[in-house]
């Protein structure tokens, strides 16, 4: 008999954020799911992507993770893990492309129809955010502004600074890419039907940046199974990443075991 393809995972980060900032995360899932493998493409614009110009639509970020993984020989279907801007991409690839994803777990993400503008990212973050996507100040105190606004915990950022200072250096976006992904974010609207693939939603109860209300209000519209985090803010990988593949695995084993619908 025919061996069956292991379960590919694919991590995909969020504004302004490379592959490498999901800290701890994807090694954790990889020791979890031993039989899967575990892949972070960065989307274009950022990571090892940043000479690339940032697409102004979701969908066309879609259309970017599609062609490099095929071109790694990394074929479909796909599990998306997925936060922030990032969930964006994979609910509009699951919503494209369906034969392609095969479950989806989505992080502290925001979208159309779904949530006002105002909840989406809330107004108190506006000027910071928008200082961190576009300021030429110095690294250190750029990061220190961005960790500010995702992380809850103090012992977390502190530990992560350095590591996303070098990030920054190393591969640094550019202010007109930063500005293409907001704008793309901003632009997008996912579909109102929910995901054939089963559908996790994972929130961050105290998250600063977007309003816990708009991943309630996904997990409503769409029927999915979902799970609140007391203390992490938005960056919840870095905040709380055992505790998201503990969820993770926590979920497969009651699909697995037929006691939830999706």
């Known amino acids: 008999m025919e061996a069956l393809p292991e379960p ?21 899932l ?11 493409p960065d989307l274009p614009g950022n990571g ?25 020989g990394h074929a479909p279907p796909y599990r998306l893990l997925a936060m922030s801007l990032g969930g964006m991409v994979a609910a509009s690839w699951a919503s494209a492309y369906p034969a392609e994803v095969e479950a989806l777990v989505l992080i502290n993400t925001s979208m159309r129809p779904f949530s006002p503008f105002y909840r989406r990212l809330r107004p108190a973050s506006y000027a910071r955010l928008l200082r961190a996507a576009t300021a030429s100040a110095e690294l250190p105190a750029r990061e220190t502004l961005i960790l500010g606004l995702v992380s809850n915990s103090a012992a977390r950022r502190a530990v992560a600074l350095p590591a996303w200072v070098a990030l920054a250096r190393q591969n640094p976006v550019t202010r007109r890419n930063a500005l293409r992904q907001l704008l793309a974010a901003a632009r997008f609207r996912a579909s ?5 693939a089963p559908t996790l939603v994972l929130v961050s109860q105290q998250d600063r940046l977007v309003s816990p209300a708009c991943s309630h209000a996904l997990a409503r519209a769409w029927g999915t199974a979902l ?9 919840l990988a870095l905040d709380d990443a055992p505790w998201v593949v503990g969820e993770v695995m926590a979920w497969l084993e009651r699909r697995s075991a037929g006691s939830i619908a999706r």
Do not use: Q, Y
């Open 8 to 28: 590919t995972w694919v991590l995909l980060r969020g504004l302004i954020r490379e592959s490498r900032h999901w800290g701890a995360l994807p090694g954790l």
């Open 48 to 72: 090892l992507r940043n000479h690339e110009p940032s697409p102004t639509r979701i969908e066309a970020m879609v259309e970017s993770c599609r062609a490099a993984l095929k071109l790694g």
């Open 227 to 235: 799970a609140s985090h007391p203390a992490a803010g938005h960056d």
């Open 30 to 40: 990889a020791r979890a799911l031993p039989a899967s493998r575990v892949l972070c």
């Open 192 to 196: 109102p039907a929910p995901p054939v």
